[in-house]
């Protein structure tokens, strides 16, 4: 049977010269890299686009108690244009909701690229660094976390 099952092996291996029958170990953590990267630029856009919207409402909230045919000037393009706060505090607020509709939008998509992440990692069976690790060491472990070595903490954080 050990024979056999040798034979069946090395039969699929060279009628697949041309086509691997999957990636290698290499391609899928350069994917899975990848892809976790995909999902901390969403991140930092999506915090990125929350600092804005605080800016606007900073801003309106100033505009709002203010003259509405005082002059203001705002900042279009690079160019500093002068206008009125009537006509500014519109313009303003309709951003505001924009960005907000886009941070929903980027929220799902980290959603959707968390749960493919995930579904990546088991279907080719991906370890991170430090995760599990007291399952098998047992009082080893939790020792040394109290030494001052690795915290339990960052179990879950991806280690590259």
């Not at 976790?36 to 409402?57: F, G, T, V």
């Amino acid at each position: 049977m050990a024979a056999n099952s040798s034979s069946t092996g090395s039969k699929s291996s060279t009628s697949a010269v041309g086509k691997p029958s999957g990636p290698s170990a290499e391609q899928v953590v350069a994917t899975f890299q990848k892809m976790r990267q995909e999902q901390r630029s969403m991140a930092s856009k999506a915090a990125e686009l929350e600092m804005d919207i605080n800016e606007h409402s900073l801003v309106v909230d100033t505009l709002k108690d203010v003259d509405p045919s005082r002059k203001c000037f705002r900042l279009v393009g690079g160019v500093l244009v002068e206008r009125t706060v009537k006509e500014v505090l519109p313009a303003l607020e309709n951003n505001k909701e924009q960005i907000s509709k886009i941070i929903e939008t980027i929220n799902t998509q980290m959603q959707l690229k968390g749960r493919e992440l995930t579904e990546y990692r088991e279907r080719y069976n991906i370890r991170l660094v430090g995760e599990g690790e007291g399952e098998g060491q047992g009082q080893s472990a939790s020792s040394r976390d109290s030494e001052g070595g690795a915290s339990k903490s960052g179990a879950g954080v991806l280690v590259s």
